[in-house]
């Protein structure tokens, strides 16, 4: 699957977000993901504004807003059919299938009304997937599930990480891929299922910086696209720096940056 074109791998998925985020990034010659962690609504519309054009993906932690009203969710929503984007909120959902499900569909947020695609850690097992479905699937969403983290020492890794792609395989439909930093084409192989297409999605991307003091590890687009077969850059403070005194040409500028780099490196892939 590393040597398709996202517009091929678009006719291996059955759910809907799947192919509409394949699509997406086929369309927009794009396979950057911006996390828009800032925690003024202001600020957060200003940077998806900023990075809208040069974006298949934007990603959020709804819940660090500050001033969160259910009208920035109509923003957002806007702005996505503005630049023609999807909406991933990171939840990182890990808990029993009814509490996951009730955070999921209710609550302040109501994350699965407007999220084309959230995630899931894998802890609970496999309940925790069939939880989020009973909401997600019948809205056409998709979920991702994390078998892989960024951070230094994360126990994210090897039975763990089998056992998160076994979860994925068993749910074919709902499950469209993983957080991680590297494909999981061997380990679903080695699961007997090298027939199933799963999307990489990949945050600790960063181009000037390979940490952030505080357990964040970056790296390169070419070396989590070109080199570890992941499909999707997920790019946060590299853009928009500390969050504090934004420059929105700035920010714009680093997002073609990333894009024009992001790209480059899924050419190279599929072409080398
Ligand atoms: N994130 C990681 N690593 C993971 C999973 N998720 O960094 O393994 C998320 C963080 C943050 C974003 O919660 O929202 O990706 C990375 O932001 P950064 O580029 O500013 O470091």
Redesign the pocket.
């Known amino acids: 699957f590393a040597r398709q074109t996202y517009a091929q791998r678009a006719g291996n998925f059955s759910n809907a977000a799947a192919k509409q985020l394949l699509d997406t990034m086929e369309r927009k010659q794009s396979n950057l993901c911006v996390?828009v962690?800032v925690t003024k609504s202001s600020d957060f519309i200003s940077v998806i504004e900023a990075v809208g054009p040069y974006v298949a993906l934007i990603?959020t932690?709804i819940d660090v807003l500050d001033d969160f009203q259910p009208s920035v969710i109509d923003a957002l929503t806007a702005l996505g059919e503005k630049h023609d984007f999807l909406i991933f909120e990171?939840r990182k959902f890990a808990d029993i299938g009814n509490t996951v499900g009730l955070q999921y569909s209710s609550g302040i947020y109501k994350i699965a009304s407007w999220s084309h695609i959230t995630n899931a850690h894998t802890v609970p097992g496999p309940s925790v997937v069939t939880g989020l479905a009973s909401v997600g699937l019948p809205l056409g969403r998709g979920l991702l599930l994390?078998a892989e983290?960024?951070?230094k020492g994360s126990l994210a890794t090897g039975d763990y990480t089998k056992s998160s792609v076994r979860m994925a395989l068993d749910h074919p439909e709902f499950v469209i891929g993983f957080?991680a930093q590297s494909r999981m084409d061997s380990a679903a192989a080695q699961l007997g299922y090298a027939g199933k297409d799963l999307l990489v999605l990949t945050?600790?991307?960063?181009l000037d910086s390979r940490g952030?003091g505080k357990g964040?590890q970056y790296r390169t687009p070419k070396e989590v696209v070109e080199e570890s077969g992941c499909d999707v850059i997920?790019?946060?403070?590299?853009i928009y720096g500390d969050g504090r005194n934004l420059d929105v040409a700035d920010v714009r500028a680093k997002a073609e940056r990333y894009r024009t780099k992001g790209w480059l490196a899924y050419r190279n892939r599929i072409a080398p």
Do not use: A, E
């Not at 945050?203 to 960063?206: N, W």
């Open positions: 996390s962690d990603k932690h990171d994390l983290m960024s951070t957080i945050p600790g991307v960063g952030d964040q997920i790019v946060g403070r590299g």
